[in-house]
C-alpha cells in the first residue's frame, strides 16, 4: 500500500473503503486489503464482508474460511444483505458453524470446531433459517430464494412447503435464477395440466437463460416429454448436452446414454463413454454400472473384467442393487476378482435386500448349490414366501425348490408340490419340475398321464429338459402311447439348444431298436457332440463304438481317450472297458 493509501485509510474509513474498491476492480488484491481492513475495523459492513470475501477467496490474503466466517458474522449482524445471504448458504453447506452453545448430545458446535480449525461441519439449518429470513425481509432475493429452499428441504420441524413456494415466487419475481428453479420445483409439484406445466417451464427457461445446470437439465426432461410445450427430442437432448457439459452428473449419464445408442443425436460410442465416466466418477453409481457394463462388452475389444468390478464396486458401495449384484456375479466365477462365495453373497445378498428379485434367486442359488451362512437360507425362503403370497409366480417357484430341497425351512414335499402348481401356471420350468413331481409322485400322487401333460406345456414353451423327459415317455409309450417320430423331433430341438442329455438320447436312438432301423453313422455324431459337451454315458458309448469302427474306421488310441474320460466321471463299466481295450479281445458296439 502507497503512503498516499495509508494517509487516506488514516483520514477517512469511507474513503479507504471507496480506493480499496478501485485497487480490486484493477486487480491488485494484495493492494486493496490493507484498505479493506481499515474501513472493516471501523465498522462498515460493506467493508467487512469484502474482507470476508477476501478471506474466503484468498484475494491478497491467505486463504481462512474462520478469519471469513468471522468477519462475514460481523458484517451480517451490522446489516449487511449480501453477508447474511454468504453466510446462510455456507452454514446450509456446513462450512460455517452454529451459535457458540454446545450442542444439545454434548459435542462442540460446529463454530468451535470451526474457530478450532478448518474441519467441515454438519448443515445447520437453524442458523441458516435465521441468517436467510433477515436477508429475504431486507429484499434479498438470493436470501429469499435460500429461505425457500430451508422451508422446503429443511428438517421436517421447520419444513413449510407453502410459504417455501411463496418466498420462491418472490424471489423468482425479482428476478433471481435460483428463485426461478426453486419456483418451478415448487409449481411442479401440483402441475396437473398443461397450463400448470406450461407455467413450470416458464420458470426454468428464466433459470436456464442464466446458465443454471439443474435448470437447463429439467427444461431439457419437460421438453422431451411434451410437458407444457411441444415434445421435441432433439431439442431435449442439445439441453442434456449443455447441462452435461456444464459438469451436472444426471446430464452425463443422460447424454452419455443418448451418444451411446445415438438416440436422437448422432451416436457417438467414445463420447457417450466420456460422458458416462465422468457422471461415474462424480458419484453416479448407475453411470458406474453402465461403464462396469462397457468394460465387460466393448465391441472389439475383450471383456476386462478387473475393470469392471472397479466400476461395478463404485456403485454397489454407493448402494446400487443392480452393481452389488453385478460384483457378487464376477466373484461368484472369480472373474476379474478372486472367486469367494463369501463375497459374492454379501453383494448378492445387499442387492436382494433393496429388493432386486434377481439377486434373490442369485443368492438362493449360491446357498443351494454351495451352502453357505444359515440364515441367508432362512431369509431367501421368507423372501419367496413374501412375493409368492402377493402373487409372484418366480418366487413361488422358487419357494417350491427350497420346500423340496429344505433350504431355509424344513423340507416339505407336500407345501413344495402346491407351491410349483401355482408357479406352473405361467412358467416353463415350474411345468417341468411338477411334471417330474407327478411322474415321480414326490408331494403328489403318482400320475403319468398328467405328468406328461406338464412335460407338454413346458416344451411347447422351449424348456428343453421338458422336451427331452416328455420324449422319453413317448419312445416308452408311458403316460400316452409311443411316439417315436414326435420323440426325436423333441430330441433334435432339444438337442439344437445344446442339451447334452438330448444329444446322447438321439444316439441310443440311432444305435437301432424302438422300431427304428440302426444308423451307426448318425448314433456316433451324437454320441460324439454329447461327449464333447461332458456326458459320461456318451463318451463310453463313443469310446466304444471307436474301439471296432462301428461308424467307420477304428480309432484305438481316441477311443481309449475317451473311455478315460468316462471312467474320471465314475461311469459304470468305463473302467473295464478300458482294461479290455489292452487284451486281445475287443468290445462289442
Known amino acids: 500500500m502507497g503512503v498516499l493509501d495509508r494517509l487516506v485509510g488514516l483520514v477517512s474509513p469511507a474513503a479507504a473503503l471507496r480506493r480499496a474498491i478501485q485497487l480490486s476492480e484493477q486487480g491488485k488484491y494484495a493492494e486493496c486489503f490493507p484498505l479493506l481492513s481499515l474501513a472493516a475495523k471501523a465498522g462498515i459492513s460493506d467493508a467487512e464482508y469484502r474482507v470476508a470475501r477476501a478471506y474466503l477467496?484468498?484475494?491478497?490474503?491467505?486463504?481462512?474460511?474462520?478469519?471469513?466466517?468471522?468477519?462475514?458474522?460481523?458484517?451480517?449482524?451490522?446489516?449487511?444483505?449480501?453477508?447474511?445471504?454468504?453466510?446462510?448458504?455456507?452454514?446450509?453447506?456446513?462450512?460455517?458453524?452454529?451459535?457458540?452453545?454446545?450442542?444439545?448430545?454434548?459435542?462442540?458446535?460446529?463454530?468451535?470446531?470451526?474457530?478450532?480449525?478448518?474441519?467441515l461441519a454438519d448443515p445447520d439449518f437453524d442458523s441458516a433459517m435465521t441468517w436467510a429470513r433477515q436477508a429475504a425481509l431486507a429484499g434479498s432475493a438470493k436470501g429469499q430464494a435460500l429461505l425457500a429452499y430451508i422451508l422446503t428441504y429443511g428438517p421436517e420441524p421447520i419444513r413449510d412447503l407453502d410459504d417455501g413456494e411463496r418466498w420462491y415466487k418472490r424471489s423468482a419475481a425479482a428476478g433471481c435464477p435460483e428463485g426461478s428453479l426453486g419456483y418451478a420445483l415448487s409449481l411442479a409439484r401440483h402441475a396437473k395440466d398443461e397450463e400448470g406445466w406450461r407455467l413450470v417451464g416458464e420458470q426454468l427457461n428464466h433459470a436456464t437463460e442464466a446458465g443454471l445446470p439443474t435448470a437447463i437439465y429439467l427444461l431439457g426432461t419437460l421438453t422431451e416429454q411434451g410437458l407444457g410445450r411441444a415434445r421435441d427430442p432433439e431439442s431435449a437432448a442439445r439441453l442434456y448436452r449443455d447441462a452435461a457439459e456444464k459438469g451436472l452428473?444426471?446430464?452425463?449419464?443422460?447424454?452419455?446414454?443418448?451418444?451411446?445408442?445415438?438416440?436422437?443425436?448422432?451416436?457417438?460410442?467414445?463420447?457417450?463413454?466420456?460422458?458416462?465416466?465422468?457422471?461415474?466418477?462424480?458419484?453416479?453409481?448407475?453411470?458406474?454400472?453402465?461403464?462396469?457394463?462397457?468394460?465387460?462388452?466393448?465391441?472389439?475389444?475383450?471383456?476386462?473384467?478387473?475393470?469392471?468390478?472397479?466400476?461395478?464396486?463404485?456403485?454397489?458401495?454407493?448402494?446400487?442393487?443392480?452393481?452389488?449384484?453385478?460384483?457378487?456375479?464376477?466373484?461368484?466365477?472369480?472373474?476379474?476378482?478372486?472367486?469367494?462365495?463369501?463375497?459374492?453373497?454379501?453383494?448378492?445378498?445387499?442387492?436382494?435386500?433393496?429388493?432386486?428379485?434377481?439377486?434373490?434367486?442369485?443368492?438362493?442359488?449360491?446357498?443351494?448349490?454351495?451352502?453357505?451362512?444359515?440364515?441367508?437360507?432362512?431369509?431367501?425362503?421368507?423372501?419367496?414366501?413374501?412375493?409368492?403370497?402377493?402373487?409372484?409366480?418366480?418366487?413361488a417357484f422358487n419357494l417350491g425348490v427350497c420346500l423340496a430341497k429344505g433350504v431355509g425351512v424344513e423340507q416339505n414335499y407336500g407345501q413344495a408340490a402346491l407351491w410349483m402348481r401355482r408357479a406352473a401356471e405361467g412358467l416353463a420350468e415350474a411345468q417341468y419340475m411338477y411334471g417330474l413331481m407327478l411322474a415321480d409322485g414326490h408331494g403328489v400322487g403318482s400320475d403319468l398321464t398328467e405328468a406328461r401333460a406338464w412335460f407338454a406345456k413346458a416344451s411347447d414353451a422351449g424348456f428343453p429338459d421338458a422336451q427331452v423327459a416328455l420324449a422319453e415317455m413317448m419312445v416308452k409309450g408311458r403316460g400316452g402311447p409311443a411316439e417315436i417320430p414326435t420323440a426325436l423331433n423333441l430330441l433334435e430341438k432339444a438337442a439344437a439348444q445344446g442339451h447334452s442329455g438330448a444329444m446322447f438320447a438321439l444316439g441310443a436312438l440311432y444305435s437301432g431298436g424302438h422300431g427304428l432301423p440302426a444308423d451307426r453313422e448318425t448314433a456316433q455324431r451324437w454320441f460324439r457332440a454329447a461327449a464333447?459337451?461332458?456326458?459320461?454315458?456318451?463318451?463310453?458309448?463313443?469310446?466304444?463304438?471307436?474301439?471296432?469302427?462301428?461308424?467307420?474306421?477304428?480309432?484305438?488310441?481316441?477311443?481309449?481317450?475317451?473311455?478315460?474320460?468316462?471312467?474320471?466321471?465314475?461311469?459304470?463299466?468305463?473302467?473295464?472297458?478300458?482294461?479290455?481295450?489292452?487284451?486281445?479281445?475287443?468290445?462289442?458296439?
Open 249 to 395: 452428473r444426471p446430464a452425463q449419464l443422460k447424454w452419455g446414454i443418448a451418444l451411446m445408442e445415438g438416440r436422437d443425436v448422432a451416436q457417438d460410442i467414445v463420447g457417450g463413454e466420456t460422458f458416462l465416466r465422468r457422471a461415474a466418477l462424480a458419484g453416479d453409481p448407475e453411470a458406474a454400472v453402465l461403464v462396469g457394463d462397457l468394460c465387460l462388452g466393448n465391441g472389439e475389444l475383450p471383456p476386462n473384467y478387473p475393470e469392471a468390478a472397479r466400476w461395478y464396486r463404485r456403485a454397489a458401495e454407493a448402494g446400487d442393487r443392480a452393481g452389488a449384484r453385478a460384483l457378487g456375479s464376477l466373484y461368484l466365477v472369480g472373474a476379474g476378482v478372486a472367486q469367494d462365495d463369501e463375497e459374492a453373497a454379501h453383494w448378492l445378498r445387499a442387492s436382494a435386500e433393496a429388493g432386486d428379485q434377481a439377486s434373490q434367486v442369485d443368492l438362493a442359488n449360491l446357498v443351494f448349490e454351495r451352502g453357505g451362512r444359515a440364515e441367508d437360507a432362512g431369509v431367501v425362503a421368507d423372501w419367496f414366501r413374501q412375493a409368492a403370497g402377493a402373487g409372484d409366480l418366480t418366487a
Open 57 to 119: 477467496e484468498g484475494s491478497g490474503v491467505p486463504s481462512s474460511r474462520a478469519e471469513g466466517a468471522r468477519w462475514l458474522q460481523r458484517a451480517a449482524s451490522h446489516g449487511c444483505v449480501e453477508a447474511q445471504s454468504l453466510l446462510a448458504a455456507l452454514f446450509l453447506q456446513g462450512l460455517v458453524g452454529g451459535a457458540n452453545a454446545d450442542r444439545a448430545d454434548g459435542k462442540p458446535r460446529a463454530s468451535q470446531l470451526l474457530f478450532g480449525g478448518e474441519t
Open 532 to 589: 464333447e459337451l461332458g456326458h459320461g454315458q456318451a463318451q463310453l458309448m463313443l469310446g466304444r463304438y471307436l474301439v471296432r469302427g462301428a461308424a467307420g474306421e477304428p480309432n484305438q488310441a481316441e477311443a481309449r481317450e475317451w473311455l478315460e474320460r468316462a471312467v474320471a466321471q465314475g461311469i459304470a463299466d468305463a473302467q473295464s472297458d478300458l482294461t479290455a481295450l489292452a487284451e486281445p479281445s475287443s468290445l462289442a458296439p
